[in-house]
Each structure stands twice: as C-alpha cells, then as structure tokens.
C-alpha cells in the first residue's frame, strides 16, 4: 500500500482522520477565541484546560485550474455553554466555489449561511449522506454526538478558505442543545434565553 499521496492516490483513516503523508492541524480551545457565542462559558472552559476540539488532515496535492481537493474532519464530542462543539468555519475565497461533505461516523450538522442574504440552515451530516455546500456559503462543521464526528469535505483546488469575514462578524445562527436535542438558533436569541422554549426544533 501507499504511504504517500499523490494526485491519483490517497489512504485515509476513518477513525484518526489522518491521510497518509499530510500533516494534520490541531484546533484547540484556545484557538477558536470568538467562535463560540457564550463568552462567559467559554472562558469558564478555557480556565479548566484547553482541550483539542478539532483536528483537519487536507489533500491538496493537485492545485490546477479544475482540480478537486479533499480535507477530513474530525471533530470532538463536547460542548461550550450549550454551544456543540464545532468548526471555525469560513466562506471560499472564490465565493462561487461549492463543496460536497460526506459523513464518515459520528452525527452532526452543517450550518450553512449565505452571505448575501443572511439565510441559516442546518443540515444532518450523517455516515452514509452527502451534504451540498453551494457556492456564497459560510459553512461550520457542528458534532452534535456523544463521540466524535468523522467527515470528508471536497472542493475545488481553487476555492481558498477565507477566515477573515467570520472572525469579524461570525455566525448569525448557532446550534445549540435544548431539550437534549440540537436545535437551530438565532445568536441573539440564544444569548438572551440560553434553555430556550422547548425541545429542539431539528432531527
Ligand atoms: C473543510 C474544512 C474543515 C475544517 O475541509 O476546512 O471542516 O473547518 P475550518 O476550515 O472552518 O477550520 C472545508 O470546508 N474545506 O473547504
Ligand atoms: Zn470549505
């Protein structure tokens, strides 16, 4: 078997989420300052250690006009305040640029926020499915699960990741547990009742 990639040939491990030959990043606690909506409560976490919340392994061995490049996710099972733990997330810097995400193991969600219209949706990623990210986009990776969640994102060698527009302003959307089930909603609306109404509104 192969031990490095090459464009024509890949090995992953759907339990590590490491691709054979690429280093994989570490998110942190700590590095994900601004992401979750509770600031309070992330505070409170950080001040008990500063966990690993996410690891990504990419291939990107082909970077041509046309290309397709692979990233696998591995997100930890947890949560900040009531806040699942979840990606950075960005936009493309080719905003046209679409994404498919395949669920590997675990449970969990996009959310998906168009950036022209401010539109939030979640949507299951489960083993098995595939979830379309179209193009202007803002996608987050959420595990809604009690282990950790596994996926595969693929997209374009040109589609870059732009951080900058979500670290500003973030999410307007957050999915949060409620009822022991994940629910979509507003920032603004979680922050001012945390339990919310009732059960979770998603499946
Ligand atoms: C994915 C993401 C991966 C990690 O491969 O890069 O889920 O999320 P962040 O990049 O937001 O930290 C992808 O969407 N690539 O385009
Ligand atoms: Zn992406």
Request: aromatic share 8%; glycine share 12%; net charge neutral.
């Amino acid at each position: 078997m192969p031990t490095e990639f090459s464009h024509l040939l890949s090995s992953f491990d759907p339990e590590t989420g490491e691709i054979a030959g690429a280093k994989p990043q570490y998110r942190r606690l700590s590095d994900l300052r601004g992401c979750f909506a509770d600031g309070a409560a992330y505070d409170a976490a950080l001040a008990q250690g500063d966990p690993l919340v996410y690891s990504v392994c990419a291939c990107e061995a082909a970077t041509g006009p046309g290309d397709l490049c692979y990233g696998i996710g591995r997100i930890m099972a947890g949560r900040v305040g009531r806040e699942y733990y979840m990606t950075k997330g960005h936009l493309h810097t080719w905003r046209d640029a679409a994404e498919l995400y395949f669920g590997i193991s675990g449970e969990g969600m996009m959310l998906l926020e168009d950036h022209r219209t401010g539109d939030s949706r979640a949507i299951a990623l489960l083993p098995n499915h595939a979830v379309y990210v179209p193009g202007h986009n803002a996608h987050r990776t959420v595990n809604t699960g009690s282990r950790p969640l596994v996926y595969i994102g693929v997209y374009p060698a040109t589609a870059g990741h732009d951080y900058a527009a979500i670290k500003e302003r973030n999410f307007r959307s957050v999915v949060v547990e409620q009822g022991g089930r994940p629910a979509l909603r507003s920032r603004e609306d979680y922050l001012r009742d945390p339990a919310g109404p009732g059960p979770g509104a998603l499946r």
